[in-house]
């Protein structure tokens, strides 16, 4: 039975990051055909957002070095988004080979990640992404934006807020239709999310994407709706991570926030049982269990 508390949004839109965020941090290499028939268990679980994989340089994410191949292999059903990441001009071309409609790049709050991730500056980061939006906009192609390190990153501790509010209003003034907040290392905390999100005055263009590191993901997730935030980044499963920040864990797992959500009363269209059927098999095929509670509770009955 569910119980209601005032503030919080009547529905909620899940966006599946698993296939993408998830994968690309496993250390094993799955093979397409097993990453194509994970896509639509997703699917088929009522996932209307599926992050399907990232046009990334292989040298640098090895497990998603398939996407034009699975791309191809993806069985894609009317009313369901498939967006995949583009790092800058050429992955946008690969994507846009592939018959993509729609893209996501990923920024930085902080120097020192941008330097390390994107091998540019704060400021020059801008340089990369611009054209980037410009031409998918061009072609009809809509634009999700990232920006990781939020809350904080290991090298320069805390992130101020305005400096996150600064970078994420410009990906937006660029064109980008929504900007996923990213506590990449997981050291976000109820009253900074409410904070951050506040400071950017109006929360419908954005989402949030917490790493479940200190514990925090949900209680994050529950201040972010509070804040007026209705999409939310997850992975099923709680697979992934970062593999640029070594202290990154998992993802928050679709799994956690569904019982949360459905037990608030907040719609997701999302089928539970489905869900958590779909982890434990893919647990099996990256020789693990879940790190998800609620995976672990359920799948023993």
């Known amino acids: 039975m569910p119980f209601r508390i005032d503030g919080l949004p009547e529905r909620v839109t899940v966006y599946e990051v ?40 292989p040298k640098w994410v090895p497990q998603l070095a398939d996407s034009g191949e699975l791309l191809t292999m993806l069985k894609r059903r009317p009313g369901i988004r498939y967006p995949v990441l583009v790092p800058n001009e050429r992955g946008l071309d690969r994507a846009l080979e592939s018959g993509v409609d729609e893209v996501a790049v990923f920024a930085s709050a902080t120097e020192t990640f941008a330097a390390k991730n994107l091998n540019r500056s704060l400021e020059t980061q801008f340089d990369m992404f ?104 997850a992975s099923t499963g709680g697979i992934g991570g970062c593999p640029y920040a070594e202290s990154a864990t998992g993802n928050l797992a679709t799994e956690d926030l569904v019982w949360m959500l459905r037990g608030l009363g907040i719609d997701t269209g999302l089928d539970l049982g489905k869900l958590v059927a779909t982890s434990v098999w893919l647990a099996e095929r990256l020789g693990r269990p879940s790190p998800s509670r609620v995976v672990q509770a359920l799948s023993k009955g």
Request: proline share 6%; charged share 20%; net charge negative.
């Open 18 to 57: 698993g296939p993408r965020d998830g994968l690309q941090n496993e250390k094993a290499v799955i093979p397409v055909e097993v990453k194509a028939e994970f896509i639509d268990r997703l699917a088929d679980a009522g996932h209307r957002v599926i992050e399907a994989t990232s046009f990334v340089h």
């Open 130 to 233: 611009e054209p980037v939006v410009a031409r998918a906009l061009e072609a009809g192609v809509k634009v999700r934006a990232y920006v990781s390190m939020v809350f904080g990153d290991p090298w320069e501790g805390p992130t101020p807020i305005e400096q996150v509010v600064r970078v994420g209003t410009r990906l937006l003034d660029l064109g980008c239709h929504e900007l996923s907040l990213g506590d990449t290392i997981g050291v976000g905390t109820p009253g900074h999310a409410t904070a951050l999100v506040e400071a950017f005055g109006d929360p419908s263009r954005l989402a949030v994407h917490f790493h479940d590191t200190y514990g925090q993901a949900l209680a994050n997730t529950l201040a972010a709706l509070r804040a007026g935030v209705t999409v939310v980044d």
